[in-house]
């Protein structure tokens, strides 16, 4: 039997053609969902980042806040007003993935950034999020006329910043 005879028998069996018309629908529903634009993120990932403190001024705002309540609570300390510098902004670290290979007297390391997304909507994966350096803080405190409330105030803006005692200033209160 030759093709043209086997083609003539396919075209007479019902199941051969219901599998064709499926195999034909089928792709057209691939075809179809290529065209489709898929939906965009709610959040783009540099967006999504920013919501965690990344900014340096919010960030040292924060800080600054959190620093000021903690000393007022030293005995004697009264009235608290922290200013604190960094050194650089937010720093971002992207998920790299790397390849080493090994010939003769050789080693070659390849990395690149492990990439998210499809399309044009693709983005380097944030690994983590560093928040900027405290450098120095500036501590200024209404009872800061006792020596021992002075000491008091050094050492805990240290341990809380982690930071040397010859970073920080601990100054008298205008006014006070």
């Known amino acids: 039997m030759e093709i043209p005879d086997k083609l003539k028998n396919v075209r007479k069996d019902k199941r ?11 792709m057209a529903l691939i075809m179809i969902s290529s065209l489709i634009p898929e939906k965009k993120q709610t959040k ?3 967006q999504a980042v ?22 007022s609570n030293i005995d004697g300390a009264g009235d608290v007003r922290v200013y604190l510098t ?7 670290i992207y998920a790299t993935e790397g390849k080493r290979s090994k010939t003769d ?22 690994e983590n999020i560093e928040a900027p350096e405290i450098q120095g803080a500036v501590i ?10 002075r000491e008091q105030i050094y050492r805990a803006a240290a341990a809380a910043l982690g930071l040397p005692t010859g970073k920080i200033y601990v100054g008298k209160l205008k006014g006070e």
């Open 140 to 149: 200024i405190c209404s009872g800061c006329d006792s020596p021992a409330v």
């Open 105 to 126: 007297n050789k080693t070659e390391e390849e990395e690149k950034y492990v990439m998210v997304g499809g399309g044009s909507d693709k983005s380097a994966l944030v």
């Open 16 to 26: 051969v053609k219901a599998v064709i018309l499926l195999g034909i629908v089928g």
């Open 86 to 92: 960094v050194g650089s902004t937010a720093k971002t």
């Open 44 to 46: 783009n990932t540099s």
């Open 50 to 71: 920013s919501g965690n403190m990344t900014d340096t001024q919010s960030y040292c705002s924060a800080a600054e806040k959190r620093l000021e309540e903690f000393l």
